[in-house]
């Protein structure tokens, strides 16, 4: 399968290379395992904002600022798909299409959760002499694996968000 992901995109050209990643990111994000009776069923939205973002170079020429506007759908399960604005880490407008799954570790309190969070998808927005600045970026298109830790009190979120090996994000928001 890595062999595959690896070789095939190289021998697309570029639109066909984008849908290519968009269908493996969709068929991957869909295990036959979690297409339960719940797995389609919608349970909240949760709207997010960036609070912080630190890189772990030492790096002036990075953007701290992100801007970040999220939204997700999440069903009874667990499972979410969502999509984020923001800016990259040199001022670029980017885009995150994804999906995921929460894991609970933690409850203190009926209201109170914590918990670890794991997304995958595409990035979009890396361009021009920043192109290469993230792996697999040839068609303008990157895979991404965002782990997060985070924390719910009633209807107010936030996570910890660990970006490759370049830095941390803080967000927060709120389910609808």
Do not use: C
């Amino acid at each position: 399968m890595i062999s595959l992901f690896l070789s095939l995109p190289a021998a697309l050209s570029g639109r066909s290379a984008q849908r290519w990643l968009l269908a493996l990111l969709l068929g991957g994000a869909l295990p036959s395992a979690a297409l339960g009776s719940d797995f389609f069923r919608y349970d909240h939205t949760f709207v997010q904002t960036s609070l912080m973002t630190r890189h772990f170079s030492g790096s002036s020429g990075y953007d701290e600022d992100q801007n970040l506007i999220g939204v997700e759908l999440h069903n009874p399960t667990r499972w979410l798909a969502g999509t984020a604005w923001l800016k990259n880490s040199f001022s670029q407008p980017l885009w995150y299409f994804y999906a995921g799954r929460e894991f609970p570790f933690w409850q203190p309190a009926p209201k109170v959760e914590f918990r670890a969070k794991l997304t995958a998808g595409a990035l979009r927005g890396y361009k021009g002499s920043k192109k290469h600045k993230i792996p697999f970026n040839h068609y303008g298109i990157a895979p991404a694996i965002l782990p997060a830790v985070g924390v719910r009190w009633g209807r107010v979120e936030s996570d910890l968000l660990l970006f490759g090996g370049a830095g941390v994000m803080l967000n927060a928001g709120i389910r609808i």
